[in-house]
């Protein structure tokens, strides 16, 4: 605990001598106490006095990316969630690059060697010196020798330790979150406890290659079959927890639009074909790249779309996918009240709120859009205000579609970049028309009732069984032996419990602490 404690002390000495503290109060101001903590704390120190002529998110950016690779990943992560931060604030944390030094080649063969095995090792030969460094991996070229071939592959690389100084560091800032929210009530909406465990959750995948390799291997199984869209190999054999290796990329940058002529690559063709296999991940698979912006497309010389790095991906299940499709669509065809129905059919919007108010609501998104030229709609924007509009009638936040809608903003914005007269809509009305078309035929309606009679005529021996237990359980509750937990996140739940369990040590070492850094700083 005291290291948990010492550690906070470290970041909350950062925050405020970066100029994070004076960024943040611009946005949401501070306790007074919380602000004379920090001016505490950095009693001794040169502060980092930011252009002031810039937004305060952009300045939020600039010292975040100065904190290092955990503050970087917060940016990152607090950027895709515009439901915690808002729009604005969103679209500046969208700018932090994690572009940092790379370590070792030497330190890198050495993690390579250590996770794959001396065997597998003596196969990799020519591994170059790093070709991209990021907060917490870098990748190299290589060869393999398989089966007397020479396979070229690019190998990923886990930072040596960064997993450790990521935990220390959350764990810091779970202590820091949970300290503001119990002492300030205004903070509470800051919903920080929530932030950190969701960064905490997605780190926890992120430092697992094997996590990565499989979301590649699934998306490369979902379009292996739809042309002009490759999805570079893994080998399994040579991937770990910490270490990635795949196919090397044959193509150009999808920024590259001169290269692209070039080599004979048709661009408006290549712009329709990025925004329908977007379309298809999303509503035919439920399963999508979520950061495809030009850093991550390559297009190879027979102008087939190639992407890279499957750390952010986004899921679909059906009910969403059915919505996306159905809501895209009827805004395509200006039909409010078939929109609106499907926000009540599938459970999006409360039940008790007015259909024809909702209606109305939503035609006061889609015409003012459709009195633009419709080659100029953004699907991606109109999510974003639909979003808006439903918040007003109480709908719950979907992360999913939030990843979803920010996606295909840069997806859009791509696509207008290799030719700017591309039309969203007439684009994407073939895939969401065919794939409607489908899960409304007869025989997928008569595939679905198969399957679920199937399921059900499965489980009749259990039910005895079952009703037996629900009848135990309720006695249970009866005699108040049994409670029902609240809240799906045992996890969070868990981790706010064992904070509780410390508080009084914490506030007594929070206070030492500081009394030390006054007469030490």
């Known amino acids: 605990m005291f290291k948990r404690v010492f550690k906070l002390f470290q970041i909350a000495r950062k925050l405020s001598t970066s100029g994070a503290v004076n960024t943040i109060n611009e946005i949401h101001t501070l306790p007074h106490s919380l602000n004379l903590f920090f001016n ?25 990316q100065g904190m290092g690779t955990t503050f970087i990943k917060l940016g990152q992560f607090l950027a895709t969630r515009p439901d915690i931060i808002g729009e604005e604030l969103a679209k500046s944390l969208e700018k932090l690059q994690d572009k940092v030094p790379a370590f070792d080649l030497y330190e890198a063969k050495k993690v390579i060697k250590k996770e794959i095995g001396e065997n597998y090792f003596r196969n990799i030969v020519d591994i170059s010196e790093p070709i991209a460094a990021a907060s917490i991996a870098q990748v190299h070229l290589a060869k393999i020798k398989i089966d007397n071939l020479d396979k070229q592959v690019a190998i990923k690389i886990l930072r040596p330790d960064i997993e450790k ?11 820091f979150a949970y300290i503001v929210e119990n002492t300030f009530s205004k ?21 697992d290659l094997r996590f990565e390799a499989a979301a590649a291997n699934e998306l490369y199984e979902n379009t292996k079959n739809d042309l002009g869209f490759n999805v570079p190999k893994i080998y399994w054999n040579y991937t770990t927890k910490k270490v990635l290796t795949l196919d090397k990329v044959e193509g150009i940058s999808i920024r590259e639009h001169q290269k692209l002529k070039n080599l004979g690559v048709n661009l408006q063709k290549l712009s329709e074909n990025l925004i329908q296999h977007f379309l298809k991940q999303a509503v035919r698979d439920g399963f999508f790249h979520g950061d495809m912006h ?27 996918r059915k919505f996306l499709a159905e809501i895209l669509y009827g805004f395509i065809q200006r039909d409010y009240v078939k929109v609106a129905e499907v926000h009540f059919q599938a459970g999006l919007v409360p039940q008790d709120a007015s259909k024809e108010e909702f209606a109305q609501a939503l035609r006061s998104v889609g015409e003012p859009i459709f009195g633009q030229s419709i080659k100029d709609i953004s699907g991606g924007n109109l999510l974003a205000q639909l979003f808006e509009i439903t918040e007003k009638f109480n709908m719950a936040t979907q992360p999913p579609l939030l990843l979803l809608q920010k996606t295909m903003v840069v997806v859009e914005g791509v696509a207008r970049k290799l030719y700017p007269d591309t039309n969203i809509w007439e684009v994407s009305k073939p895939v969401l028309e065919n794939w409607l078309k489908n899960i409304k035929s007869p025989k997928t309606t008569l595939d679905t009732a198969v399957k679920t009679s199937s399921e059900i005529i499965k489980r009749i021996p259990d039910l005895p069984d079952f009703i037996d237990r629900a009848d135990y359980a309720l006695k249970l509750m009866a005699e108040g032996k049994l409670s029902l937990a609240v809240g799906a996140n045992k996890n969070l739940e868990m981790e706010q419990m064992k904070l509780k369990n410390f508080r009084n040590n914490i506030i007594i070492s929070f206070f030492g602490i500081v009394i030390v850094f006054l007469l030490v700083f």
């Open 187 to 207: 903070a509470k909406r800051l919903k920080l406890i929530e932030v950190v465990h969701l960064l905490r959750e997605i780190t926890n995948i992120e430092m």
């Open 294 to 320: 030009q850093g991550n497309l390559f297009v190879d010389s027979k102008g087939n779309i190639i992407p890279v790095d499957f750390g952010i991906m986004g899921r679909l299940d059906k009910n969403n």
């Open 165 to 175: 100084l990521f935990n220390e560091e959350l764990d810091a800032l779970m202590l």
């Open 40 to 64: 505490c704390i950095s009693i001794g120190s040169n502060k980092n006095l930011i252009n002031n002529q810039k937004k305060p998110g952009d300045k939020l950016c600039e010292a975040l």
